[in-house]
């Protein structure tokens, strides 16, 4: 995924999180001011954008962008009755021990 910055007389920066909390950055993960950036997300994470004029992130000109995990594929159908089958035996055998269970708790209390 990309960000496109197009702007006249700034600069971006990519800057760690304490930086960002700072609004002042001395060791730059990225920085451009040539007025128009295409960024790219490469990853899943926490990217955190500042301006580099003096007093500009402190008036509110910063963003933080976070990336999620791509999701899972989608299940075939055929996947998802086996789960399905798979719950409905755990459930059938989880209903037989709970039912031993209280089975036997019965038979110790009234025999």
Request: charge should be negative; hydrophobic fraction near 45%; glycine fraction near 4%.
């Amino acid at each position: 995924m990309d960000l496109d910055f197009n702007y006249q007389r700034d600069s971006v920066m990519v800057v760690t999180k304490d930086e960002y909390e700072k609004c002042h950055s001395a060791h730059l993960i990225f920085f451009s001011n040539n007025g128009v950036i295409v960024f790219t997300l490469d990853r899943p994470g926490v990217f955190h954008f500042i301006s580099g004029i003096s007093r500009h992130c402190e008036r509110g000109q910063k963003m933080i962008v976070k990336v999620l995990e791509p999701a899972s594929p989608p299940q075939s159908a055929d996947q998802n009755e086996q789960k399905n089958d798979a719950a409905v035996a755990m459930a059938a055998i989880t209903s037989a021990t709970l039912m031993s269970c209280i089975m036997s708790i019965v038979g110790v209390l009234f025999f």
